[in-house]
């Protein structure tokens, strides 16, 4: 190509970018099997080994560490593994991964489909990603954090191409996420697995805020009993409960831990709906009763019933505070103050999201919680 053909090309290129055109470019021209044009190894390398009625699938979407912790809080899941896929080389390591070995870093996932199907599989999963990045997710870019689909079964290539022509509707610009079968998948070393449950401050390019929301679901899909009546009698949450919470709403619930302000899932919140128990599903608030107080974290200006909460003396950071708990379940919520004039008592619950569970007003009767619709006027 001559010098001035090539910079044509590049002109064109840089007026489509800038225009918003779309430049066809198929996903799979990020692969590592098409940029090499060489096989890849066919061989599956990994512990968690799938059960009658299960099925798997294989989500690369940046730094493997977040897509592991989001999909484990996913309803209907029962594991998730990190490893490799779809490189050009045996058993590799991370090092070598990170030297361009084209693998991507990957999360194998095994579902329940009759919890959960894989289209829902897969519309949590872009939520976690940018599908029109190229080889790049967050802070991090290369080709080892390219966004894919890998399947093993064939019947699910169907369901993924639909999928992906729906998420395309969504986007102006071109999406790149590969959707192809997973040819090699090699387990990452043991310091990547469950990287972020053993050290929660760990960079993630996958909001905390949206995990958590993931875990209040999964764990809200455990309750056997989905009739929450004004009588119902409300206990402490079963170890089982706890387990399948997210870190954080663990050691706020559990430990008196203070979730990051304006970082939570419900301080911008302010649709209609009913606040629960995050542990136990217990009624606490109302969204009528909560307002923007600019502390950063969910204000209310009373409880649904004030016996439903325990006062105590907190004089922890050196200050004199009353701490509330939930007395049914015995979770730590967060501190009430008499601090703000607006409200008819002056009065200021300050909640940590992560320790209430938020459901919108039309969803309250399918919940269990249509006895409780009776308190919007």
Not at 84 to 91: E, L, V, W
Not at 244 to 256: K, M
Not at 332 to 358: M, Q, W
Request: aromatic residues 12%; glycine residues 6%; contains cysteine.
């Amino acid at each position: 190509m001559s010098r001035w053909k090539f910079l044509l090309g590049i002109s064109a290129l840089a007026t489509a970018i800038t225009l918003g055109v779309n430049i066809d470019i198929s996903p799979k021209n990020i692969s590592a099997s098409q940029n090499l044009n060489v096989p890849m190894p066919e061989e599956i390398v990994q512990q968690n080994q799938k059960a009658a009625g299960e099925a798997e699938i294989y989500l690369a979407g940046g730094c493997f560490w977040g897509t592991e912790f989001l999909m484990r809080n996913v309803p209907g899941v029962v594991s998730v593994e990190v490893g490799y896929s779809n490189g050009m080389t045996r058993n590799p390591t991370y090092r070598e991964v990170c030297k361009g070995s084209g693998h991507a870093e990957s999360a194998h996932v095994i579902y329940n489909p009759q919890i959960v199907s894989l289209s829902k599989i897969l519309s949590i999963y872009y939520q976690s990603i940018d599908p029109t990045f190229v080889n790049r997710e967050g802070n991090e870019r290369d080709m080892q954090y390219r966004s894919g689909i890998y399947f093993s079964n064939p019947d699910d290539e169907p369901v993924i191409r639909e999928s992906l022509k729906h998420l395309q509707s969504d986007f102006f610009n071109q999406i790149f996420v590969e959707n192809e079968p997973i040819k090699n998948f090699y387990r990452a070393e043991e310091e990547h697995q469950e990287y972020l449950m053993k050290n929660p401050n760990g960079y993630c390019h996958v909001t905390r805020p949206m995990i958590d929301e993931q875990a209040k679901a999964k764990v809200a899909g455990e309750f056997s009993d989905k009739n929450f009546s004004r009588n119902r009698v409300y206990s402490k949450p079963t170890k089982e409960t706890l387990k399948n919470l997210s870190e954080l709403q663990r050691a706020v619930t559990q430990n008196g831990a203070t979730e990051p302000p304006f970082r939570n899932e419900y301080d911008e919140e302010f649709r209609e709906g009913i606040y629960v128990d995050v542990t136990n599903g217990q009624p606490l608030f109302l969204s009528t009763d909560k307002f923007e107080s600019g502390c950063g974290w969910p204000s209310f200006s009373k409880a649904i019933n004030k016996d439903y909460l325990v006062e105590r003396i907190d004089r922890s950071y050196g200050i004199e505070r009353t701490e509330i708990r939930a007395r049914a379940s015995g979770s730590h919520l967060g501190h009430v103050f008499n601090d703000y004039p607006k409200t008819s008592e002056g009065i200021r619950y300050c909640i940590n999201s992560s320790a209430l569970r938020f459901i919108p007003r039309e969803n309250m009767a399918k919940e269990g919680y249509g006895e409780w619709l009776s308190l919007f006027k």
